[in-house]
């Protein structure tokens, strides 16, 4: 819920954009210290997890400003985002009582 609650925060404006940043940010931190709680976080997150905390107002997911570093890095969040999702769906037909097998495609 915290991250919903940050995503739709970050989506708003208004004269208080400041404030609604940092409430933001706390609640992206709830969101990060219960997925750590629940040892969820991945080797790799829970680094960027530990880089996060130690320095929540400057954090930045790319050390360097290199362009080449950016694209990597950005294909990589995607590919990883892409493949979560995936086993979300499993996961949410699986557990609506709908059973499927997997089968090798042939082209």
Known sequence: MDFLLAELLLKTYGSERRETLQQALELYDSFLK??????????EN?????RFAGNK?????ISSQSAEEQRRNKIA?????????AKLEVRKLTSNGVEFQLTPRSF
Do not use: C, G, N, W
């Not at 829970?46 to 530990?50: G, I, Q, R």
């Not at 107002?57 to 997911?61: D, E, G």
């Not at 969040?77 to 999702?85: F, T, W």
């Open 34 to 43: 219960r997925l750590d709680a629940y040892d969820i976080l991945s080797r």
């Open 46 to 50: 829970k680094k960027l997890f530990e």
């Open 57 to 61: 107002s400057s954090f930045t997911l």
């Open 77 to 85: 969040r995607l590919q990883h985002e892409k493949a979560v999702k």
